[in-house]
């Protein structure tokens, strides 16, 4: 018996579109002017909080937030759809218990050691992170459950 096929089959594309969405949505406001945003920019060493000429690039910073974003959800997607295919009883919880192993156990620390060595710390570290955790845990309950 096969426990893990991945494969398109049985996705449900309008879930991992709202995921994704979802996601999107919950970056935007939690790298907003009125939440992490300015701590985050201080944290990198950009006190003025205004990226320069050379950063601002809103078709880079945007378009590739977008294909990141779309590229995470699609994978929680293939992961949680692989699961279910394998146990019937798979909810929204084990959704979101897959977005969140993934999330934190490899999204957030496989950039651990990276934030350290640049000299950014812990504090830029945990708010870039903190939100892939969160998001990945939503976008895996959110497609657990209209799969």
């Known amino acids: 018996m096969k426990y893990f ?26 790298f907003g ?8 920019m201080k944290g990198k060493g950009i006190e003025s909080g205004v990226l320069s000429a050379k950063q601002n690039k809103p078709v880079i910073l945007f378009g590739g937030t977008i ?8 994978t929680v997607g293939l992961i949680v759809s692989s ?15 897959v977005g969140f192993a993934l999330g934190v156990g490899i999204g957030m620390f496989a950039s651990l050691s990276h934030r350290l060595f640049s000299g950014e710390g812990i504090k830029v570290w945990l708010i870039e992170t903190a939100n892939d955790a ?3 845990t ?3 309950a959110i497609i657990a459950y209209l799969n």
Do not use: C, E
């Open 134 to 136: 969160i998001n990945l």
């Open 83 to 97: 699961l279910q295919r394998g146990h019937s009883n798979f909810g929204i919880l084990d959704g979101a218990g």
């Open 5 to 30: 096929d991945m494969t398109f089959s049985g996705l449900n594309l309008l879930g991992v579109l709202l995921a994704f969405i979802v996601s999107f949505a919950s970056g935007g406001i939690w």
């Open 67 to 74: 294909v990141g974003v779309l590229i995470q959800t699609l």
């Open 138 to 140: 939503i976008a895996g």
């Open 33 to 40: 002017p009125k939440t992490f945003y300015p701590v985050w």
